[in-house]
């Protein structure tokens, strides 16, 4: 079946049916729009996706862009909330076993990943004023001074490099005003929300401007843990951030930023979600008896005992380890642009520094199953070189970039089990160096040319801190043992002894070395090359193809559970993407309408996978990923809009390794956090009301079909399609100097999951979810001056 045909099969369904009755054509999603005195209209969008500033119906690659008020208007305040107006996104703030309330999982068109450590990379690059964010935690960001966004799908590998094999996320800060100004607004809510957030710009001289932001966060959190009390999911976050940006000379200019955040909060908002109906037990060492219930149990034995009884809801748990979610995050960057008669010179350079804990009760009982805490550090330093120009007329644009980036983080993973105490923490040591270029050359007035091509090499290095904290027994196989003896340690060379018939369990002392405490490392390297024609149909029709490859780096594993020879790394993914497309402007510019149609080769997938009770990086085999985008913004009169987006996708394995399909994963499964719709929908309406100001009732409506969170598809936290309704009410004064907003989200109090973990068929036998927030409502006051 074709692709043509696998997305006409979809939308026989009633559900497309209806979506298909009232989504017009396709385009961006509100970016360019904008709602004043005089109503809607579609401006021009000026996007930097080729790192070079371009109107968007110019950039010949899949963009959706937004501005701060776009997003704003859409009630759209932190970066995982851009699932719901961006098709074939996937971004979710809770990382499985992450236990942190700013950890995320990122996918674009199917690629991402969901391991959060630091020994493995994410599939999406997220990037604020041309700076890479290497780390996971930490990407889910609340927007403020914020001056746009732009979620660039498919590989990215020539421009950004870095881990974009997915796609990239870049946010634009808002730069200095050149008059003394400013804004403050406070925003109440549901959970005892009050936000709060302000901004003073003030220029020095004609050439000298600063500006400086601050803002907290504060609510309530919304899962309860029952026998303490703890509220999980609170927000509770401040931080700020200054600019200055300087016109050294007529053509040197010089801008420099630096930000603080710190999130103090109680636990991510987990839940219970079952445990494994069978039986384990090793109750000689004091473990814990798992089953489907305790009630025939001896007596001596049901105080250590876990069942279903422990379901306390979506929005309750019976955990009791001690639960955290700190970050703490600063970084600056100095950005110097200095314009040559023939070309000119950019040097960004940056540096970043976080700390974060994430402590969970991922069995959410008041019994020990399995606890983790995490206590990370990373820092970061980047410098690129940019040197681009033009030629030929203005025929020509080409760009040459330099890049280096390294970082050092440490991971302190503490890991209480049923049967005893374990470290699986490490040290990581990252460099990358790279080298590309890309050029434009204008074949005709209406032919367009872009080459381009990205040398990288990675260096990782990785130093194993892993060791039993107590006594501690973990499985073996026959293998692992020297008969009646025991069991003979990989490296030390010491026999232990173990339980079970045959000897299929082991029991080590406190102090026993998983691995040896030593730095192992591997470097990788690969070019990527991306070849794009677009062709200007007319003056509002433009054309495109593209072929574009993106490269992640493999890496170690750093979550064991027994001791090894070495701790295993896994190898490099890759992608390739053929891509067509068209920007449009069309009925006199009231409707700007965008698509794209691509199919990816995805290679080498590193994807986790549970052996034992421990999620481990393979690298999986073949898949192939086809699909479709198409967004819109309709302004059929200046009182109306109309914007919205669908995106298919259809994600097939082709291969798969034996170890995968060892483990339970068939070709015929889905891919992991790949809806095959996705789709928004919203509409406003401007009343002019004269010298009473503006208001502007405005619905939003997404859609997400049915997704599964992990590699096997098991259905216990698994999410099936769902809508979601917002509805706002926003008031500008005729000055457009005060803004009232009132809102609800969720209108409907659907019920669903954003991330799901689960062991039930392995020893550890727990399964753990968490369901988004219901229905919440907002008051919001904003003044600028």
Not at 385 to 395: A, I, K, N, P
Not at 461 to 471: D, I, R
Not at 584 to 611: H, K, P, S
Request: glycine residues 8%; contains cysteine; hydrophobic residues 40%.
């Amino acid at each position: 079946m074709t692709l043509l045909q696998k997305f006409d099969a979809l939308g026989r369904s009633s559900r497309v049916a209806t979506l298909s009755s009232v989504l017009i054509p396709a385009m961006l999603p509100v970016a360019g729009v904008q709602a004043a005195k005089t109503g809607f209209a579609i401006e021009e969008v000026v996007v930097t996706a080729r790192k070079r500033e371009e109107s968007l119906q110019d950039t010949p690659i899949s963009v959706a862009a937004f501005t701060a008020d776009d997003l704003s208007n859409r009630q759209i305040d932190s970066s995982d909330q851009l699932t719901q107006v961006t098709p074939n996104l996937s971004f979710s703030s809770h990382a499985p076993s992450a236990g942190n309330n700013a950890s995320s999982q990122i996918f674009i068109r199917g690629i991402g990943q969901t391991e959060f450590l630091p020994s493995t990379d994410p599939g999406v690059g997220l990037y604020i004023d041309e700076v890479y964010m290497a780390r996971s935690v930490g990407a889910t960001l609340n927007f403020v001074d914020l001056a746009q966004i732009e979620i660039l799908r498919g590989p990215q590998g020539t421009l950004f490099g870095r881990n974009t094999i997915g796609g990239a996320i870049n946010l634009t800060t808002r730069r200095p005003a050149e008059e003394f100004g400013g804004s403050l607004e406070v925003k109440l809510g549901t959970d005892d929300r009050l936000d709060v957030q302000a901004s003073l710009d003030m220029p020095i001289s004609d050439t000298l401007r600063t500006a400086v932001s601050v803002g907290s966060r504060k609510r309530d959190g919304y899962v309860t843990r029952v026998l303490d009390g703890t509220d999980l999911g609170n927000d509770d976050s401040m931080g700020g951030r200054v600019a200055l940006e300087w016109n050294a000379t007529n053509n040197i200019e010089v801008y420099f930023a630096a930000d603080y955040v710190k999130e103090e909060e109680n636990g991510a908002p987990i839940s219970f979600n079952g445990l494994a109906p069978n039986l384990f037990a090793n109750l000689a060492a004091g473990g814990v008896l798992v089953g489907s219930g305790c009630g025939g149990l001896d007596p001596s034995l049901q105080a250590r005992c876990a069942s279903r009884d422990w379901d306390a809801g979506p929005y309750a748990n019976y955990g009791t380890f001690a639960v955290d979610s700190y970050f703490e995050s600063w970084g600056s960057s100095l950005t110097v642009k200095w314009d040559l008669e023939a070309f000119s010179i950019k040097s960004i350079t940056a540096y970043r520094d976080m700390e974060w804990t994430g402590s969970r009760d991922a069995d959410n009982t008041p019994l020990t199953i399995l606890h983790t805490r995490n206590d990370d550090t990373q820092d970061q330093f980047s410098q690129e070189f940019q040197f681009s120009g033009t030629g030929f007329d203005d025929r020509l644009n080409w760009l040459l970039g330099l890049y280096y980036f390294e970082e050092s983080a440490s991971d302190d993973y503490f890991v209480p089990v049923a049967v005893g105490t374990f470290n699986s923490g490490g040290l990581v040591e990252n460099d990358s160096k790279a080298v590309f270029g890309q050029l434009s050359y204008d074949l005709t007035h209406d032919l367009s040319l872009t080459l381009g091509l990205r040398w990288t090499e990675e260096n990782k290095a990785f130093k194993p801190l892993q060791f039993a904290e107590t006594q501690y027994l973990f499985p073996i196989t026959p293998g692992e043992s020297d008969g009646l003896a025991g069991y003979v340690h990989p490296f030390d060379g010491n026999t232990y002894p173990t339980l079970g018939g045959g000897g299929t369990t082991a029991i080590v002392p406190a102090g026993t070395l998983f691995f040896p405490q030593v730095w192992q490392d591997e470097t990788y390297s690969d070019t990527t090359p991306m070849v794009n024609l677009s062709y200007q149909l007319d003056e509002d029709i433009m054309l495109y193809a593209s072929y574009s490859e993106g490269f992640k780096s493999g890496g170690f594993n750093a979550r064991n559970i027994k001791p090894g020879a070495a701790v295993r790394s896994f190898e490099p993914e890759t992608a390739e993407t053929f891509e067509l497309g068209f920007k449009a402007e069309l009925f006199d510019n009231t409707l700007r309408l965008n698509g794209a149609i691509f199919t990816t080769d995805y290679t080498d997938l590193q994807f986790v996978i549970r052996e034992d009770f421990a999620p481990i990086i393979f690298n999986a085999g073949e898949a192939q990923i086809d699909g479709v985008e198409l967004e819109w913004t309709w302004v059929p009169t200046p009182d109306i809009q109309v914007v919205g987006g669908i995106g298919f996708v259809d994600a097939e394995y082709k291969e798969l390794s034996d170890v995968l399909q060892s483990g339970g994963v068939s070709l015929n499964n889905d891919m992991p956090h790949v809806p095959k719709l996705s789709a928004n929908l919203g509409v406003a309406y401007s009343f002019n009301l004269g010298d009473a100001g503006v208001i502007t009732p405005r619905i939003d409506w997404s859609y997400r079909d049915d997704v599964v969170f992990d590699a096997l598809n098991s259905e216990e936290i698994a999410q099936e399609a769902y809508d979601i309704v917002n509805a706002s009410l926003i008031w500008d004064s005729p000055s457009e100097s005060w803004r009232v907003a009132a809102s609800v989200s969720n209108v409907t109090d659907e019920l669903y999951r954003l991330a799901g973990n689960t062991a039930i068929r392995e020893a550890s036998s727990y399964s753990e979810v968490t369901y988004a927030r219901g229905r919440e409502w907002s008051l919001s006051l904003k003044y600028l001056f």
